[in-house]
Every structure is written in structure tokens, then in C-alpha cells.
């Protein structure tokens, strides 16, 4: 079974600054996504990466695909409380997995 | 117009009770999916139907039984409810099998089992 771990598991920060959250595999995918999750609501998808190396910003979010399409990051420039939220990377491969998460609070 | 919708938001019961959860899209996708988040918010694809068809039915108890009686609709019924079911479970809808790139997400049914 193929696995996704992220880090950090949970992330406070002030309003304003910049952060990157990692999704991290020891397998490959043909695909990753991204989704943002709120309390008491499903996960919102994001962004999806297929080519190993690719680059998608979305406004102040920026997502990259590893090389060897077994990891992704995404990067979070000049947070917002509005960022506050779960999340969830999601791998296409041998099957359809999700990563444990990312926990991010940012504070006004 | 609600794209992926669940009912109930919220479902308490006994252990040992039958239970089920529906879930409608009004997306005319062709694919549906059941997952469960346990509480440390682990996301885990339970089943998935394409055109009213199982297509994939990862190791689940068989105390879980999906039915779709139309592509738009597909229905989790769980038989003799256990503590470890507590969970939310979520539905969600793709356009075709394995589009997993473009699934929406219903609210989710939060269960728990006393």
C-alpha cells in the first residue's frame, strides 16, 4: 500500500508570514492533489500536479511536484486567517490515497 | 444548488443498531465514492461505484453495505454499529472513474456509537 506523510503536523503562525507544508512519499504518483479542509465541512480540492517538476500557483498559494513525482510542497505566502484550516494531500498511484494532514492556524 | 449532499449532518446511536447515510449528487457525474475520516482526521476511501457498479471496495467490514440505486445516489448501510465506527464519513463524486482530480465532496455525516 502505497503511504503520503506530511509535515508539520500543526502550524501556528502570525498573519503575514510566509510558510511551506510538505507531502512526502516513498512511491511514485501519477498524479498529487491538494485539498483544504474547514471544521465540519469535506475537503475542498485545490490543485491537482501530474508532471514530475510542475509548478501551480493559485493567488498566494504556490504547489510544486517533485521530480520524481513522489512528493509535493506547498507554499503560503503572506498567510491570512482566512488560510486557517486542514491540509490534505492526495496521491493517484497504485491506489488512491491521503496523506494524515497539516493542521494550519494563522492568527490575526 | 448543493453539488454533493449527505443526510444526516449528525447520527448518534447504540452500539448494535442499523444505521444508514444517504448521499446525492446533482452533478451528473457518473462516479461516487464513501470515505471515512477517523479522529485523527485520516482520510480512507471505503468504496467506490461508477454507473451503479462496485468498482472498488477497499478492506471494509461487510457490516458495510453501499447501495446506488441511480447513478446520482449512493447509500451506506451499516449493520450491527461498533465503538470503531465512529467517525465522519464523507461521499464524493468524480466525472468518471478514477478522475479523482476533479472530486467534489459532500459536508459529511458525523457518527458516533455509544
Known amino acids: 500500500t502505497q503511504l503520503l506523510e506530511q509535515s508539520p503536523q500543526f502550524l501556528s503562525i502570525q498573519e503575514g508570514e510566509n510558510l511551506t507544508v510538505y507531502c512526502n512519499s516513498s512511491s511514485v504518483f501519477s498524479s498529487l492533489q491538494w485539498y483544504r479542509q474547514e471544521p465540519g465541512e469535506g475537503p475542498v480540492l485545490l490543485v491537482t500536479v501530474v508532471t514530475g517538476g510542475e509548478v501551480k500557483k493559485l493567488k498566494r498559494l504556490t504547489f510544486q511536484f517533485g521530480d520524481a513525482r513522489k512528493d509535493s510542497s506547498l507554499h503560503i505566502t503572506a498567510a491570512q486567517p482566512g488560510d486557517t484550516g486542514l491540509y490534505l494531500c492526495?496521491?493517484?498511484?497504485?491506489?488512491?490515497?491521503f496523506g494524515p494532514g497539516t493542521r494550519l492556524s494563522v492568527l490575526p | 444548488d448543493t453539488a454533493v449532499s449527505q443526510t444526516p449532518k449528525y447520527l448518534v446511536t447504540q452500539m448494535g443498531n442499523d444505521k444508514s447515510i444517504k448521499c446525492e449528487q446533482n452533478?451528473?457525474?457518473?462516479?461516487m465514492y464513501w470515505y471515512k475520516q477517523d479522529s485523527k482526521k485520516f482520510l480512507k476511501i471505503m468504496f467506490s461505484?461508477?454507473?451503479?457498479?462496485?468498482?472498488i471496495n477497499e478492506t471494509v467490514p461487510n457490516r458495510f453495505s453501499p447501495k446506488s440505486p441511480d447513478k446520482a445516489h449512493l447509500n451506506l448501510h451499516i449493520n450491527s454499529l461498533e465503538l470503531g465506527d465512529s467517525a465522519v464519513y464523507f461521499c464524493?463524486?468524480?466525472?468518471?472513474?478514477?478522475?479523482?482530480?476533479?472530486?467534489?465532496f459532500g459536508p459529511g455525516t458525523r457518527l458516533t456509537v455509544l
Open positions: 452533478l451528473g457525474h457518473d462516479t
Open positions: 461505484y461508477n454507473n451503479k457498479e462496485l468498482i
Open positions: 464524493a463524486s468524480s466525472p468518471y472513474m478514477y478522475s479523482y482530480n476533479e472530486q467534489f
Open positions: 492526495a496521491g493517484d498511484g497504485q491506489n488512491f490515497v
